[in-house]
């Protein structure tokens, strides 16, 4: 078997002007992963990262506390989250409360995220729900592709994508989806393993490299 382990980015830099660069703690939580990694004795054949700010320096932290002397990781834009800001601008509910309190934002969010994948408003978004997952479900096609029998990937992306991919795996729809998304912690490991029976999900969101302190979900 091959072994995928699909990480989520290290907090990002909400409440701020650029929410898309990690926090100092998110920067702290890539490095515990890098460091648990390591110790793990994973060392992964290929990494890839998807092109958002967050992933890419989750990525960077990781490898260097990791001590993967490896090339850069492959960008694959397909790892990208969907657009928050996209599905809010379309819902058309505000609460000023959302820009720094972060559950007053996931209400809305997911609010939002309800629309935007019931399908009949796919007019106004930029990506439809249904294009979003085909696309997070290619990308997992690619990265299985390239890797040979025992060989591990690591793939940093982020709570949706992530999300979505176990959702399927388990058979899930967008209830389940919505579910996975909100538990979603800054860079928990999720473990998938590519057989000859298929793929298959082995663990979710696993954090144990993270004190109690240093779990954060946004």
Do not use: C
Request: no cysteine.
């Amino acid at each position: 078997m091959s072994v995928v382990l699909l990480v989520r980015h290290g907090q990002a830099s909400f409440g701020t002007d650029d929410y898309d660069r990690l926090s100092p703690r998110g920067r702290e939580q890539s490095r515990a992963l890098g460091t648990e990694l390591n110790r793990r004795g994973i060392a992964p054949a290929r990494t890839v990262t998807g092109n958002m700010k967050r992933q890419r320096e989750t990525a960077q932290e990781a490898s260097t506390a990791a001590a993967w002397h490896t090339t850069d990781p492959d960008i694959d834009p397909g790892w990208d989250e969907f657009d928050a800001s996209d599905l809010l601008a379309a819902s058309g509910e505000h609460d000023p409360r959302a820009q720094t309190d972060s559950r007053a934002f996931q209400r809305l969010l997911e609010r939002a995220s309800t629309r935007w994948s019931s399908g009949d408003h796919d007019a106004d978004y930029v990506e439809t729900f249904g294009a979003f997952t085909a696309r997070v479900d290619a990308s997992l096609d690619r990265v299985a592709e390239g890797l040979e029998r025992g060989q591990t990937g690591v793939v940093f992306s982020s709570a949706g994508a992530i999300a979505w991919v176990t959702a399927r795996l388990l058979g899930g729809g967008f209830p389940q989806w919505l579910a996975l998304n909100r538990v979603a912690v800054n860079s928990g490991v999720t473990k998938i393993v590519i057989g000859s029976s298929g793929t298959s999900l082995v663990a979710f969101n696993e954090h144990g490299h993270l004190p109690d302190p240093w779990v954060t979900y946004r």
